[in-house]
């Protein structure tokens, strides 16, 4: 992702700028103690760094004037930025590109590993789009659109493993919510994992179960483009302009992994909550793959 959006290609550049990216988002929402030894300290080091390569590659395109094959290049071609709102943007383009959908696949290879049930249900629908005639192998957006089960389980995954668990928002009016008042111009932080796990609206919430999205009583709490209680890409204005695609790619993702793949886990992992969703181990497995 770091070749395609600054048009960086050499490996050693490549793996500096993704260490100083972890260092970035491990410290995100750690306590703001920006003290050496603290994760804040660290992230915002890291944070320096990366913008100040990231100018570095925006005055060699400024410079020679080559557009170059990164994102990078044709933002500064097509666009009248500034290198701190440029920077800003690769950043933002980084973390969506990696800290969401990458993450989100991660954590729905997991879950199926952990529930063999759900595992082989989704198989067996990926493979029924596997086995088509000759000549049409190649996936449809009518295809995408029925692979049902598949859905449940990206719906399901999101719930549980949502990356995006809070929002920043501003009252723009005094809003009274049950007994307290808050005051227009305030700051609201609202965590979507607090109502994604909330017992009292889904039964044995930090259970993975894709087969809850079937159910009738589910239907309207899985509309997440207005749902109150199901916003795995926020709401509102701001609602993620990403939201279908990155859907898509966790469908296409799956089915030519589990499809091509079959995989053993190597270590003992478990789902972290806190502060944001996370495998404590990273969830490390052996792939081979399938014969058939």
């Known amino acids: 992702m770091v070749n395609q959006l600054l048009g960086v290609s050499s490996d050693s550049e490549i793996n500096e700028m993704a ?15 920006n003290l050496p030894g603290f994760a804040y300290h660290t992230a915002m080091k890291a944070r320096e760094k990366i913008i100040t390569k990231i100018n570095r590659i925006t005055q060699n395109h400024r410079e020679q004037r080559e557009v170059g094959n990164g994102v ?6 097509e666009e009248s930025l500034r290198d701190e709102a440029v920077a800003d943007f690769i950043i933002n383009l980084l973390f969506a590109g990696n800290e969401t959908t990458a993450k989100t696949m991660l954590f729905a290879v997991y879950f199926l590993t952990q529930y063999p049930r759900a595992m082989k249900q989704l198989v067996d629908e990926q493979d029924s789009f596997r086995s088509k005639p000759v000549g049409e192998e190649t996936l449809t957006w009518q295809d995408y659109k029925a692979m049902s089960f598949t859905q449940c389980v990206i719906d399901e995954t999101l719930r549980l493993g949502g990356i ?34 909330d017992e009292n609206v889904y039964r044995e919430s930090l259970t993975f179960n894709p087969w809850r999205w079937m159910d009738l009583e589910n239907q309207e709490k899985r509309n997440w483009r207005t749902s109150p209680f199901f916003a795995p890409f926020g709401g509102g204005a701001r609602f993620c302009p990403g939201a279908e695609l990155a859907r898509l790619q966790i469908t296409l993702f799956l089915h030519y992994f ?10 003992e992992d478990r789902m972290s909550f806190f502060p944001s969703a996370r495998l404590v181990n990273g969830f490390q497995i052996c792939l081979t793959r399938r014969s058939t």
């Open 258 to 267: 589990v499809t091509t793949y079959r995989w053993t886990q190597l270590k």
């Open 72 to 77: 990078l290049g044709r933002l500064l071609e």
């Open 19 to 33: 260490q100083l990216f972890s260092d970035f988002v491990d410290g995100c929402l750690s306590f703001p103690i």
């Open 164 to 197: 995006a668990i809070w929002l920043m928002r501003e009252a723009k009016e005094d809003v009274v919510y049950q007994d307290y008042v808050i005051p227009k111009g305030c700051f609201v932080v609202p965590f979507l994992s607090a109502v994604h796990l």
